[in-house]
């Protein structure tokens, strides 16, 4: 992609951000999508070459038409084999249809720098439909995990393990079952059935011992009364429930389970709490034997922590409020609740947690919890050093007279230390509306709706740092009349103490394949206390790519002082349903020493203009022949005049990729199913590009 150019006059613009009023909505859980067609035209991103810099390494690895790889949390599906810099990743794959759904899988070859051939949308390592599977590396080789939801007396976690590392050897596959329980198929329970599911799987390894946390079967439907008591469920302490948290170990690299269907009561996880735990809103933290069960609910976020390696666990209380708990007789005034969220235990066996903020309420006799998915709140950071956090720490809403709530975007949650700002790319002390800028939520942008404005915390704290990385969307006019994305990580030089968002902040995902701009008017922002306002010009920015870059997760180990990062991108924001859809989302891998951030691609440099430093003009152009072409069917071979590794991918006149993969060499394409029409294929490498036209008739 190139960038646009052009210059324009800085304009003298007063701009006052908005009071954006909200009504809250109640939110509840959503049945698991099991896919519907989805028809669109939408231009799909054209493929990523591998982008090589200096200290980092960015790929991308797979393709998918699933588009919610969570519910809630940033999941373990990337990371380090033990004592190596070789890693893993795994993601959802699927194509159109949900019985294509799976785990695909990608290495990483630290003797080559290089991740293996791109993945198409229908590779999967199981034997059945799954979806949701987490990675991990074992002592002996590895294992991967993933929920097959068959809603039967044959549902559970289907594991894989094999006793190799790096895509040697067979898989040996088979299902983790819970004791059946009674479910049913619709809210009236008249359907009812024996299920032995369990969804929904976090799962963390070290050496051969694997943690794993799966919940029980959620009710069937989304949108109905959560408040009456059901006759099906789960059984705990005599009361029927849905998504009941459940512990498993395994102490061979997940061949057996010596602990199974432990739920946490007896050490103080509430029935109330149990019964508000949802698919993906927990997460696992392991060092040596010790292991930390982090779980959210809607008034609070608490954690089991286990010092001997999960016999045991004790609970732990980060933030909660029992006014939140069970059905209130009085209206519960807004305070900033958890939405997604993360944890880390360092060197010290300190334990971080960082979660994402969303303003919530209770009203007197209502057992739903409502939340303002679409107003900014931030992340909140806290460590195992710190006291619990007080909800009147964060508290910033008023009442006015049409029972709305006005969110104030100047003062927000000043009282609590810990908190920190959302995010603004174009250096505005946070994140602002502005009156000519996009709405929000973004066309029902239901993958990220209900959780908070920045999403998908990781945390990592080593050597008295604390690394946090996470989506947030881009201010306007990055942004146009959707919201997009961008991946970024942000530290603190002090353990947490101080969290300098603007100064201290890598933007990730800004390169020239995914997000890029020209900077050359732009000129930093300045408040004018007496008005009120900023003075800015935002017509001084001339975006040239602009894609949408989202779902991120950072391994939770470190290698040599290097991380991990994996997210999607896709040309336009997430906006279509939740699960399946019609065009491919690409999955990227990102490799970076932990001593570069923030000064890879930081913020202040950014805007610059000093990371845009590659563009596909300065490349040089490598000779490819494509024959036969015009083709009628079969195969069409691709030769390139270059030694070196290429990525090829092939993509149809709308920009959607249809073919992709990593090779060397001569390259052979089946075109047999392709639409008759004009495609272009792209081959690119480290230093040079071509892009070639082929006709399938």
Known sequence: MVVALCTSLMAQDFRKPINVKHQAVPMLMEAEDVGTQAVSTIPMQRGSMVQNGPGYYLEWVGLTHHNLPTNTNARNTISFRPNSQDAALVWTTGLNEAPTRGTGVNYYDIANRSWGSVQGADARIESMRTGWGEHGFTAQG??????????????????????????????????LKCSPYTMSRNWAGTDLYESTGLMWPTMITNGN??????????????????????????????????????????????????????????????????????GDCYSLAVRGNHVVF?????????????????????????????????TPTVDIEPRLTPGTSAVYIDENHKVHVVFSGRPGRRR????????????????????????PIDWKDL????????????????????????????????????FYFWNSGPSWPDGGSAPFRNQGFSLYPRVIAQDGRVYLSYQSPLDYPLSINSFYRGIFVTVSEDGGETWDVDNNTSWISYNPDLFQANWDDWKEPIYHPAEDAWEWDPNSIIVGTRTENA???????????????????????????????????????????????????????????????ITENSKPV???????????????????????????????IMGQVVYGTKTQNEAKVNVSNFVPGIYIVNVRTDNAVTSQKLIVR
Not at 301 to 313: F, I, K, P, R
């Open 622 to 652: 490598i000779n490819a022949k494509i024959y036969p072409n015009p083709a009628v069917d079969g195969m069409v071979t691709v030769r390139v005049d270059t030694e070196a590794p290429y990525t090829l991918t092939v993509t149809n």
């Open 142 to 175: 590895e294992i991967v995990v993933a929920h097959n939801g068959l809603a039967s007396d044959e549902s559970g976690i289907v594991v894989n393990t094999r006793d190799n590392f790096g895509g040697d050897g067979q898989w040996t596959e088979f299902v």
């Open 364 to 387: 007197a006799d209502d057992c739903r919890f409502y939340i303002w998915g679409s107003i900014a709140g931030g992340f909140v950071y806290w460590n195992s050093d710190h006291d």
């Open 551 to 613: 779902y991120p997760t950072m391994s939770s180990n470190v290698k040599d002082w290097q991380i991990l990062l994996q997210w999607y991108s896709q040309e336009l924001p997430f906006t279509l349903p939740d699960g399946l859809q019609h065009d491919p989302s690409l999955v990227y891998a990102f490799h970076h020493p932990l001593w570069k951030f923030p000064e890879f691609n930081r913020l202040p440099e950014v805007r610059k203009g000093l990371w845009n430093k």
């Open 395 to 430: 508290a910033a809403y008023s009442e006015n007279g049409d029972g709305m709530y006005v969110y104030d975007t100047l003062h927000t949650f000043p009282k609590y230390k810990y908190f920190i700002p959302n995010l603004s790319v174009l250096g505005f002390p946070q």
């Open 294 to 326: 982090l779980y959210t609910i809607f008034g609070g976020l608490c954690y089991m922590e286990s010092e001997d390696n999960g016999s045991t666990w004790v609970r732990k209380i980060i933030y909660k409020d029992d006014a939140f708990a069970g």
């Open 209 to 278: 011992t694997v943690h794993l946390v799966a919940v029980t079967e959620q009710y069937p439907t989304a949108g109905s009364d959560p408040c009456v008591d059901r006759t099906y469920g789960y059984e705990v302490a005599g009361k029927l429930l849905p998504t009941v948290p459940l512990y498993y170990r395994s102490t061979d690299g997940g061949k057996t389970w010596d602990i199974k269907e432990h739920n946490f009561h007896a050490e103080g996880m509430t029935l109330d709490e149990i019964n508000e735990v949802r």
